[in-house]
């Protein structure tokens, strides 16, 4: 394959690579540059992006993929892609969270191509919507990558690959693992014993991260909802560690907080997503996220109780349920 003027803004997690690996494959050529970025930093990524010469000069289409919008930012991240479409650069937006109607329209009338499919995870969304470029498409491969990269984002577990590709990339790996996976999928390779050495390693790790989640935690009910909060563990997806501590102790809601401000929510039926607007997030219904500003001595007592950046947390979040 050769290079081609076109770039890749995608999500850390499994579901921004499988969308970012099928969109290559039907491009059948590779992109100049990919970038990967979680929803709350895309605002700095576009700033940062602008920045860059090179990128401006060599660059003619960016597709974004996998990264929903919320209030905190949507007005930079508006301005930024405003001034790339000003520099003649056309933008498409694949994404499965959900959009207000006004952030779509808002972003339409910039000439921004939008495929929101909330029916299935991103990379569906890029299978379904994306513009095939190839001679010839394997749609088993494509079928197989889909159902099992969305079987596990999208937490049905409808498909045997769901586990294994949740646990193939995380949030915390590096790029060259992300690019590398990306690639590999991008060439017609769902599986390869490179993954399955990585997927099973994990398997081990999570064994005792579980040990550690159980004996930190804390539950409260607020308004007849019961939450159960811990921090996030290194070695564990959030959606695992969510499901551990929601079945251990029958919670409506799960919270899983890092000392640099990011909360992960998931519900067995409450709507967490307008509950990570109120505080500038978004997501799904029954799962989202936030970004907080956490006080400086509330991080410094975490390194001396582990439970203080929880109580925190979830004293916003109760205040927040409270007001609703």
Excluded at 10 to 36: E, V
Excluded at 57 to 63: P, S, Y
Excluded at 182 to 202: D, H, L, P, Q, S
Aim: net charge neutral; aromatic share 12%; hydrophobic share 40%.
């Amino acid at each position: 394959m050769t290079n081609n003027k076109y770039m890749i803004i995608t999500h850390t997690d499994m579901d921004g690579i499988g969308s970012a690996a099928i969109y290559i494959y039907y491009r059948d050529t590779n992109p100049f540059k990919i970038l990967f970025t979680e929803p709350y930093l895309l605002y700095k990524t576009l700033e940062k992006l602008l920045s860059n010469k090179k990128v401006l000069d060599n660059v003619e289409e960016i597709a974004l993929m996998d990264l929903g919008l919320n209030l905190a930012t949507i007005d930079k991240i508006y301005e930024y892609i405003k001034t790339l479409i000003d520099n003649n650069i056309s933008i498409e937006w694949y994404d499965h969270h959900i959009w207000d109607i006004e952030w779509k329209k808002k972003f339409e009338e910039l000439g921004v191509k939008i495929y929101v499919d909330t029916s299935t995870c991103a990379t569906g969304v890029v299978a379904k919507y994306s513009k095939n470029m190839r001679d010839k498409v394997d749609e088993e491969f494509i079928d197989e990558v889909v159902s099992g990269i969305c079987a596990g984002d999208l937490w049905r577990f409808d498909h045997w690959r769901g586990p294994w590709f949740l646990r193939l990339v995380r949030r915390r790996d590096s790029q060259e693992w992300r690019i590398y996976v990306t690639e590999k999928i991008a060439k017609g390779t769902i599986w390869c014993e490179e993954f399955t050495n990585k997927v099973v390693e994990r398997f081990e790790q999570e064994i005792r991260a579980y040990n550690e989640i159980r004996e930190n935690m804390i539950v409260k009910t607020i308004d007849n909802l019961k939450i159960v909060i811990t921090m996030q563990h290194p070695l564990l997806d959030n959606s695992f560690t969510a499901a551990f501590i929601m079945g251990r102790t029958d919670a409506d809601i799960a919270v899983i907080a890092s000392r640099d401000g990011k909360i992960s929510l998931r519900s067995r039926g409450y709507n967490v997503r307008e509950l990570a607007k109120r505080f500038g997030g978004g997501g799904h219904s029954r799962a989202a996220g936030f970004k907080i500003n956490t006080p400086f001595i509330i991080r410094l007592k975490s390194f001396f109780n582990k439970q203080a950046v929880m109580k925190y947390v979830l004293s916003l979040i109760e205040e927040a349920i409270i007001k609703s």
